[in-house]
């Protein structure tokens, strides 16, 4: 197959487990690229590490009420990505997870940095129409160019909304912007709730309803999980940690809310040389676990 052309298998796989392609509705792909970080880099190493994270947790979700054990995706390895090319590895990031859509599965990308979301959200709107973008990130990434260069993490929903209608998109937990993506987001009228608004005026019960407000334009959801809309005293393992974000029940309700409606998800900027404890790889794989639950639940 082609679209094979730019996957390395690794040494080790998601959980442990070998899964055949055609014997689950996920795979699994991991994009070890960070050469667009701009300070804590080392993404590079997230896929193998939550890998191995994911060996040793369980699989059974209290908030879906099955165990997934049996449910686990395709680990098929990792794109060959080509490091200081953001642009080329975006390109087979795209190339692959178009391959893997085609194939009928649902793909669980693992950056990397969020610059690899360029690719994978340009194949899922190519493949599947009526899509949505809800993008969990204490950052907007909305700059137009970082450091003059305009494929950098920074800039990553910059670069997706040329090929993605601004109505389509939400941001949830945002909490850093600098003026220029202020200005964008209103000029843009870019939704987003803040993770000021979900523990103040707000609330958790409004949040929930303005991410359902948002879905009813929508049929299908690209679900972009940025570790950094984490609180950093639970993910601080990331490339850039932001202070006041959400707890991991916040954001594990917010991914079973929306999982039905989810054909694809990347989890992205994990570091793990920052992340010594490995508590956000395990965070990251537990993501991906309740997110197979709550896409496989009947009760959704
Ligand atoms: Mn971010």
């Known amino acids: 197959m082609s679209w094979r052309l730019y996957v390395n298998k690794g040494a080790s796989s998601f959980a442990g487990v070998s899964v055949e392609i055609n014997e689950s509705e996920f795979v699994l792909i991991g994009v070890p690229f960070d050469s667009t970080s701009s300070f804590r880099s080392g993404s590079r190493f997230a896929p193998s590490t939550i890998r191995i994270a994911a060996q040793n947790l369980e699989t059974y979700s209290f908030r879906a009420g099955i165990d997934v054990e049996e449910l686990l995706p395709a680990d098929i390895g990792d794109v060959a990505v080509v490091h200081g090319d953001a ?42 129409s009526d899509i949505c973008l809800l993008v969990m990130d204490a950052h907007a990434d909305l700059r137009d160019e970082y450091l003059g260069y305009k494929f950098s993490h920074a800039c990553a929903l910059r670069r997706i909304l040329e090929f993605l209608d601004a109505d389509s998109v939400m941001i949830l937990g945002l909490r850093a912007v600098s003026n220029e993506e202020k200005n964008f987001i209103d000029m843009r009228r870019i939704n987003y709730v803040s993770s000021l608004d979900i523990r103040r005026s707000s609330g958790i019960r409004s949040f929930h309803t303005k991410i359902k407000n948002f879905l009813s334009t929508c049929s299908n959801v690209y679900l972009s999980l940025d570790m950094d809309v984490f609180d950093p005293s639970y993910a601080p393992g990331v490339q850039t940690p932001e202070p006041e974000g959400l707890t991991p029940t916040e954001v594990f309700d917010v991914i079973h809310g929306v999982g039905s409606m989810v054909t694809a998800i990347d989890i992205v900027e994990v570091s793990p040389p920052y992340d010594p404890s490995m508590i956000t790889s395990m965070l990251a794989a537990k993501a991906i676990i309740e997110f197979i639950a709550a896409k496989s639940s009947l009760t959704h």
């Open 87 to 128: 642009l080329e590895t975006v390109r087979r990031v795209e190339r692959t997870v178009s391959g893997i859509l085609g194939e009928g599965k649902i793909p669980i990308v693992l950056g990397g940095d969020h610059t690899i979301s360029i690719g994978s959200v340009k194949a899922v709107s190519q493949r599947i």
